[in-house]
């Protein structure tokens, strides 16, 4: 079982490419699944994500100030800007201009730590990048949407704080409390967490693209080009910060990585609760999930190569 577990786990970005394509296939047959179902689900990862927390990683917090500042900096900054400029720059209508702000404003994806492992970075930083930015994101996330839609759509800021503290932070705690008084059961269920993440995340992807699998299929070309941009920039200049900074590199691609991928399915579930009046504005957090798994995946193993290269 555990090995089948570790197969799903490694091959998330397949499985999560096929879930979309399944539900461009087949969306009448996926879209029986309400869109209600996308909180507990991200629930789910984010309470797989707090019985994976330990001490540890709470500590480089306070040992290295620095680069957790750095990171997080860079993560709040470059993303939404970057959303708001692609935005503008290819025109999108208000519904796909708040759904590309809206995973720009979100905090660091829960796959990026598998990432920086396989791509050889600082892991440390990475899972600090990760909690802090996550913490961060009840008061920044709606903070920044606001700031950088407000002027097109109503944003509900208060809503939106309430919304991630319910979705993502209510369920890390929760996890850190299990694995707190039973560390032996949460140590043995550890293995599984990856691919019931990755499981969770396929179906998100699943019940977003069915729901507008019509509308994707028409115009979804601009959206798909304009998502797999922002990842990419986000990656490179995320890289790129680490290096202006003279970053080892182990560091630069802790930073890239973070920077780069999304809590995609965050942005899915505010769009589903405070958009409803653009339901097109769930899709390029859909988008996303699929894309940064993919790219998350080639850049782990460009980094390793280089890795290996220089030893």
Not at 28 to 35: A, F, G, L, M, R
Not at 187 to 196: F, G
């Amino acid at each position: 079982m555990k090995r089948f577990c570790k197969l799903i786990a490694d091959y998330m970005g397949v499985l999560v490419l096929l879930s979309a394509i399944a539900a461009l296939l087949f969306p009448e047959v996926v879209s029986q699944v309400k869109p209600t179902v996308i909180n507990p689900l991200l629930g789910i990862i984010m309470f797989g994500m707090g019985l994976t927390l330990n001490a540890n990683d709470f500590r480089i917090v306070f040992s290295r100030p620095k680069d957790i500042i750095i990171g997080c900096l860079a993560q709040f900054t470059i993303m939404p800007l970057l959303a708001w400029i692609l935005a503008q720059l290819f025109q999108l209508d208000e519904a796909l201009t708040v759904g590309v702000i809206l995973v720009g404003c979100c905090p660091g994806g829960t796959a990026s730590n598998v990432i920086t492992y396989l791509a050889k970075g600082d892991l440390a930083l990475s899972v600090g990048m990760t909690g802090v930015s996550t913490l961060l994101a009840p008061v920044l996330t709606p903070l920044l949407v606001w700031l950088t839609a407000g002027k097109a759509v109503a944003v509900d800021v208060t809503g939106m704080l309430f919304s991630i503290l319910w979705v993502v932070i209510l369920p890390i705690v929760a996890g850190l409390i299990v694995k707190q008084f039973w560390p032996r059961q949460t140590s043995e269920a550890t293995a599984y967490l990856p691919a019931i993440s990755s499981i969770a995340i396929c179906a998100i992807v699943l019940i977003v693209i069915a729901a507008n699998a019509g509308k994707l299929m028409s115009g979804g070309l601009i959206i798909i080009f304009v998502v797999m941009l922002h990842n990419m920039c986000g990656l490179s200049i995320g890289y790129g910060i680490g290096s202006m900074l003279h970053l080892s590199d182990a560091k630069r691609r802790a930073i890239s990585i973070e920077v780069g991928m999304q809590n995609s399915g965050l942005a899915s579930s505010l769009a589903t609760l405070h958009f409803a009046a653009y339901p097109m504005a769930t899709i390029p957090g859909a988008v996303f999930s699929v894309w940064h798994n993919i790219s998350g995946a080639l850049v782990a193993r460009m980094f390793a190569k280089l890795n290996a290269e220089d030893n």
